[in-house]
């Protein structure tokens, strides 16, 4: 009897434990700020791209570059270094910076590096399979002017649960024939980061 009292209990305790631990979904909006590790996110990565692009169009090297040649700058993002010492998925900020130079309309933009090859790819295909009228000239591509390059660093502080998260994207707009930097920029976060105690 005792023995069967005992398997009922487990078997309970185990349905209960099991409930427990469903996974739990809720929909939020794309624009919430949701800070669950404290490590670097998508809002890190849209707020810095947005301050940086918005800081970029405002310089004076815009309007000298227009005056002088007669046409809006063409752009080009090149590599964002993660040198941190986390995981960064720097392709999902590389994008965040393209699209808002797009937005800001301030400047001609053009593909990236593995975008065109797809590229170059496709326009060599055409000229064996597409109608002639259709086709896309080889080597007509429009050259960039300004490369767009940085990183990212972090510096942690830590003692127990506590910690306090660094971080700093350095930006350079660099023309690709002088190598002349006409702007420099850069974004702080800070986060404090407090773990809880495993509660059971």
């Known amino acids: 009897m005792k023995r069967s009292q005992t398997l009922i209990t487990l078997a309970l305790v185990s349905i209960v434990a099991l409930t427990g631990c469903k996974t739990k979904v809720k929909r939020v909006a794309?624009?919430?700020t949701i800070?669950?590790?404290g490590r670097w996110n998508d809002t890190d990565s849209q707020l810095v791209s947005k301050e940086m692009i918005a800081d970029i169009a405002t310089r004076p090297w815009i309007e000298e570059y227009t005056s002088k040649n007669g046409k809006k700058p063409v752009v080009i993002v090149g590599t964002i270094r993660n040198l941190s010492s986390e995981h960064i998925e720097t392709e999902t900020f590389t994008k965040d910076?393209?699209?808002e130079l797009i937005n800001n309309g301030r400047v001609t933009f053009v593909a990236n590096k593995v975008e065109r090859g797809e590229l170059r790819e496709e326009r060599k295909e055409?000229?064996?399979w597409s109608r002639e009228e259709t086709q896309k000239r080889i080597a007509a591509e429009t050259g960039a002017d300004?490369?767009?390059q940085g990183g990212i660093k972090t510096i942690i502080d830590q003692e127990g649960k506590e910690s306090v998260k660094f971080y700093q994207v350095n930006m350079e707009m660099?023309?690709?024939e002088t190598n002349e930097k006409v702007w420099m920029g850069d974004k702080k976060i800070k986060k404090y980061v407090k773990k809880r105690s495993a509660k059971w």
């Open 146 to 148: 300004y490369m767009l």
């Open 35 to 37: 800070d669950l590790s």
């Open 126 to 128: 055409q000229q064996t």
């Open 97 to 99: 910076l393209e699209r």
């Open 30 to 32: 794309v624009d919430e």
């Open 174 to 176: 660099v023309h690709l």
